[in-house]
């Protein structure tokens, strides 16, 4: 797609997503079908997390819908070249070695609920230890161990 069509594209789409009264999946079908992706690939809805905190500014449900339509509107849909269990691994992959542990809480319950076993999500955390380091490799593994604990049945090809 030539890029001046795309920077208009998305230039209309944000336009419209960056408004003083916040779209709801009620209003607006694209926030609707990312809530539905998410709830998909997570197994729970995300509305609860979604909701105005005390303090926060008004344009922080333009922030919290804006990444919700970009990471499940636009990303994780797409699996014309990635399918969503590479996808959800090399997701495991960059949260554990960026250290943010309840993305990747989230984004271990994708590679699950895509199929990835936990044999494999093992391997990641070794691949991250040998390229990140060992402690941000543990650290991750103990946000997998206790995923892992929520769903105690074997994933491996023993099972």
């Known amino acids: 797609m030539p890029d001046i069509v795309y ?7 944000v336009s419209t997503m960056t408004t003083n009264h916040p779209a709801s999946a009620a209003t607006d079908p694209g926030y609707a079908a990312a809530l539905d992706t998410a709830e998909r690939l997570l ?21 919290k819908r804006i990444a919700t339509m970009h990471a499940f509107g636009d ?10 269990r590479t996808r959800a691994l090399v997701s495991v992959t960059i ?10 809480r989230g984004q271990l319950r994708i590679a699950l609920n895509a199929g990835a076993t936990k044999e494999e999500i093992a391997e990641v955390f070794l691949q991250v230890a040998a390229y990140a380091g060992v402690a ?5 593994y103990q946000v997998a161990a206790q995923v892992f604990a929520e769903n105690p049945e074997p994933s491996g090809p023993g099972k």
């Open 43 to 63: 197994g729970f809805r995300l509305e609860r997390f979604l909701g105005a905190t005390p303090g926060e500014p008004a344009n922080g449900a333009d922030f």
């Open 136 to 140: 941000r490799a543990f650290d991750g």
């Open 7 to 13: 920077f208009v594209l998305v230039h209309e789409r």
């Open 95 to 104: 949260a554990a070695t960026l250290g943010v542990l309840e993305p990747l």
């Open 75 to 84: 990303v994780w849909p797409r699996t014309e070249h990635l399918d969503t």
